[in-house]
């Protein structure tokens, strides 16, 4: 009965950093913007399951590399108060991990949503 305690503790505490993460960082909440609209843009398109599928990957993964790039942030201002290059280009290579994630991610929306927009737009 402990271990079910704790197995379910532990997503109260992973609720809070996610909840951390929102409240914190900008990024964060534009990119939870900017993945409803797309939730959106997939209702409106009727877009396949396997399409879903890849669409809710890319979200995950972008939020994902949101946290951990805020992970970073806080070990590295919790270790040096003072500038560091060392500590900026943790922080830096934090940050790129989030654009490479979220690159590939409008990849994949051109992919799925780029023909669906050239009919609507152009009908063709």
């Not at 995950?60 to 060392?86: C, K």
Request: hydrophobic share 60%; charged share 15%.
């Amino acid at each position: 009965m402990r271990s079910w305690r704790a197995f379910l503790k532990s997503f109260v505490y992973a609720s809070e950093g996610i909840a951390h993460g929102f409240r914190t960082q900008r990024n964060m909440r534009v990119e939870l913007l900017i993945a409803a609209l797309v939730i959106v843009a997939g209702i409106f398109f009727r877009i396949a399951a396997v399409e879903w599928a890849v669409i809710f990957v890319c979200i995950g993964l972008v939020l994902a590399a949101e946290l951990i790039n805020t992970v970073t942030e806080l070990a590295v201002d919790l270790l040096t108060q003072q500038y560091h290059p060392m500590a900026k280009l943790a922080k830096d290579a934090g940050a790129g991990a989030v654009l490479v994630t979220a690159l590939a991610s409008v990849a994949v929306g051109v992919a799925i949503f780029g023909p669906r927009l050239w009919r609507l737009l152009f009908g063709g």
